[in-house]
């Protein structure tokens, strides 16, 4: 689909569109209105969820619209979007990953967290960059001075918050135990599917009032992961494993000013640093691919009362990257969304070798109404976007030539809309609109491995639904979605690709599904949710390839959640029910003379399933009060308890003749306790 097209599309479209409550900062503490189509959690209800280890963001991962991640991933796959169409970010600040290696556990100690709100389509103009959705950390800051520690058998953590005269300081670290607990207990097996990562965390909020209704927050973030998997043992030809590294971090300062006219205004300026390094063998066939990236985002926004019942919202959202990248080994390793692949296939023997630098600036001015008239309310914005790409090599280069890079300028118009509206007080009819746009990953634009020409891709997103209020505790809500995807890179499928073209922008995608949740919460003993996502994610690489499932589809997806308190106890609970993922299954084999080994002959792509995934999880906490402000709490988690056989991946035999399941975690239980002083 043309852009020229997508934009004609939606503006016709916009007559039928609906949704409600959006904007940005609302108040001086940094309550927002959320946007009409997300769903959310605050932090006090997320870490009391069995499954979430007593870590909100973690929680994250159950909220609905999000498909259950692949064992040991921590990615986040919101309705058919892939894992990087989704903004990741910390207060607006955006970073590369919300959870340590496995997401077992976040980068945010749950004390620091006040809420997390997923967009999972059609948010609004003061949001970009992601062809799915955005999920963002809301900070609580610093606020009661205390002391924590605490310990289970994922990690140790410690954090303090004090007061410095009128300001408050938060600082805290994590540091992992997981590979040093759970390594002997785990099977080969389990360790094989889920390699245990050794990581770190550490964090320094401060804030300082500045005048009534002012305020400047420091925030500083950094994090750092590993893990190393080695299988096969004695025989170095049949040996294979992998590694992976990762380090990040951010330095970011926040201003927030709430006016008497009911204005306020935001300003979020921040630095990063990134580290990210991935390698995979077996045998004598690797792929090893490192980055390095600098970055820098600025984010403004304003928002004043117009007048009664209508506000502006307008501002600027810029993101600068420098990213320095090496890459050797197998062409086609690691594997993209939509290669075609079995889980432990070795790298194939044609290798390249480059080193390349991207500088990308995405700048975008965005502008944003409110305008409610009785029980309408109707929010226009429009976005414009300036996506600037400079790569230091448009094709390969060997020892005695020099590199000819190239720079291309990309503007784009996004025009979104929202519409709202209430009949009753108990009823909310709500649909959304917008395009939006992504610029090509710095990994993707290799001379060798990639196209340095590549340009950005595209995606209409349309949503509507409703949402009702009952027993003044309860809440039902449905939402309907459609995802239209264009411009998509896809590995080129001649035999021999033309030069520097290794990926053709020529792929398509749609996702489309309904969803329906029942919600129980609002200062009762007991919350919950009980959620069910049917869907459909569609793919198409190239015009003349045949449409193929997502590799990340997921028809059936139901989830059940709740906590209940009572006194100093809480219990939880959490149920789940996932359709497996697509895989494409091998149909026989043939000898490679040139490699030496076994080679896979594969069926129809995506065309069969893995079982269905199952499983229940219970916690239960206690609390021990100290007297004095002083509190110890002990937690029992249980992941899996039925034991139910879950399978994770289709594993063949060295011939390919034979195929297995390898089996996903067996029950973990999990005993810790935290001190509060």
């Not at 309550?31 to 969820?49: N, V």
């Not at 799915?132 to 950390?137: I, K």
């Not at 140790?156 to 997981?178: I, K």
Request: overall charge negative.
């Amino acid at each position: 689909m043309k852009k020229a097209t997508s934009l004609a599309l939606l503006f016709c479209a916009f007559g039928a569109l609906a949704q409600s409550e959006p904007g940005l900062e609302a108040n001086i503490e940094g309550e927002r209105k959320r946007e009409p189509a997300a769903t959310g959690i605050q932090a006090a209800e997320a870490k009391d969820l069995a499954g979430a280890h007593g870590d909100a963001v973690v929680a994250a991962q159950m909220l609905p619209g999000v498909a259950r991640e692949p064992v040991g991933s921590g990615q986040i796959v919101v309705w058919g979007a892939a894992p990087n169409e989704t903004r990741l970010l910390i207060d607006g600040i955006e970073v590369p990953a919300l959870y340590h290696g496995g997401g077992l556990r976040s980068v945010v100690p749950t004390e620091l967290v006040r809420r997390i709100d997923l967009a999972p389509a059609a948010f609004g103009a003061q949001w970009g960059r992601a062809l799915g959705g955005v999920l963002d950390v809301e900070i609580a800051g610093p606020e009661v001075t205390s002391s924590r520690v605490a310990v289970d058998p994922l990690d140790a953590h410690a954090s303090v918050t004090a007061d410095a005269g009128d300001n408050q300081v938060f600082a805290g670290a994590r540091y992992s135990l997981l590979d040093r607990i759970l390594g002997p207990v785990l099977s080969e097996t389990s360790r094989e599917v889920f390699p245990l990562p050794r990581y770190w965390d550490a964090q320094l909020v401060g804030t300082v009032p500045l005048r009534e209704g002012e305020k400047l927050e420091l925030l500083l973030f950094g994090s750092s992961d590993s893990s190393l998997r080695d299988v096969g043992g004695s025989d170095p030809s049949t040996a294979r494993g992998d590694s992976s590294q990762s380090r990040w971090g951010r330095l970011g300062l926040r201003y927030k000013r709430l006016l008497d006219d009911g204005a306020d205004t935001t300003v979020v300026a921040w630095i990063g640093d990134d580290l990210q390094s991935a390698g995979t063998f077996t045998g004598p066939a690797f792929a090893n691919q490192t980055s390095w990236a600098q970055s820098a985002g600025l984010r403004a926004a304003y928002r004043t009362p117009l007048v009664e019942g209508a506000d502006l919202t307008f501002g600027a959202d810029g993101l600068f990257t420098r990213a320095h990248l090496r890459r050797s080994g197998s062409l086609a390793t690691p594997a993209r969304e939509g290669d075609v692949t079995a889980f432990g296939e070795p790298p194939g023997v044609d290798v390249a070798f480059d080193d390349w630098t991207v500088q990308q600036s995405d700048f975008a001015l965005f502008v944003q109404s409110e305008l409610t008239f009785g029980a309408f309310t109707l929010t226009p914005g429009f976005r414009f976007v300036v996506i600037a790409t400079d790569v230091s090599a448009l094709f390969p280069t060997g020892p005695s030539s020099a590199p000819i890079g190239s720079s291309q300028l990309e503007p784009f118009a996004e025009p979104r809309l929202q519409v709202s509206f209430r009949p009753t007080d108990a009823l909310r009819l709500f649909a959304a609109g917008g395009l939006h746009h992504q610029a090509a990953a710095p990994e993707d634009l290799s001379a060798a491995f990639g196209a340095p020409s590549l340009t950005s891709s595209s995606a209409l997103h349309f949503t509507g639904g409703a949402s009702y209020r009952a027993l003044t505790r309860m809440t039902f809500e449905t939402v309907g979605y459609l995802r239209l995807l264009s411009d998509l890179p896809t590995r080129s499928n001649l035999p021999t690709p033309v030069l520097a073209q290794a990926f053709v922008q020529q792929g398509t995608g749609r996702s489309y599904g309904a969803q329906l949740v029942a919600r129980w919460q609002g200062g009762g003993p007991l919350s919950g949710f009980v959620s069910a996502l049917i869907s459909r994610s569609e793919r198409q690489d190239q015009p003349a390839s045949a449409t193929r499932l997502f590799d990340f589809d997921q028809p059936l997806s139901l989830t059940a959640a709740a906590s209940y308190k009572w006194g100093s106890n809480v219990f939880g609970a959490r149920l789940r029910y996932a359709s497996g993922f697509p895989r494409t299954p091998v149909t026989g084999s043939f000898f490679d003379v040139q490699q030496g080994r076994e080679e896979p002959i594969f069926g129809a792509q995506n065309s069969e399933r893995l079982p269905a995934f199952v499983a229940l999880d219970l916690s239960a906490a206690h609390t021990f009060d100290l007297g004095a402000g002083r509190s110890l709490r002990v937690y029992l988690e249980v992941e899996n308890a039925t034991a139910h056989e879950n399978a994770e991946e289709f594993v063949y035999s060295s011939d390919w003749s034979n195929r297995g399941v390898l089996q996903g975690l067996p029950p973990l239980a999990l005993l810790g306790a935290e001190l509060v002083l």
